[in-house]
């Protein structure tokens, strides 16, 4: 094997109490590298990553944010556009068809 990965796969690690988000680099195809608190990781809940292409989606206080990856850095974090956030809690996105399709559960 020992093929380099270009992907970078986010992970749940919990600190304290609280889960938030990290990140491991594939070294080859069958070991990871270090696992690091990735770097627009905060003090809040974040958690259930979805990594669409270079877009990343999660969970954050009950809201879906999301960050691109380009030119080897992740954007700060938004939340999602558009009528997805409320008063609700909003959690594990999930996306498909194209990017065009944004699953996700509310309660």
Request: charged share 20%; hydrophobic share 40%; glycine share 10%.
């Amino acid at each position: 094997m020992g093929k380099k990965r270009n992907v970078i796969w986010l992970l749940l690690l919990f600190v304290l109490v609280f889960p938030t988000l990290v990140v491991a680099k594939g070294i080859t195809s069958d070991m990871w590298g270090e696992i690091k608190v990735w770097e627009h990781s905060t003090e809040s809940v974040e958690r259930m990553p979805w990594v669409y292409g270079n877009t990343l989606y999660y969970a954050k206080d009950y809201d879906i944010y999301v960050s691109t990856f380009e030119n080897g850095v992740w954007s700060e974090p938004q939340p999602v556009p558009g009528p997805i956030n409320t008063g609700a809690n909003e959690i594990n996105p999930c996306v498909v068809g194209g990017g065009k399709v944004l699953y996700f559960a509310r309660y």
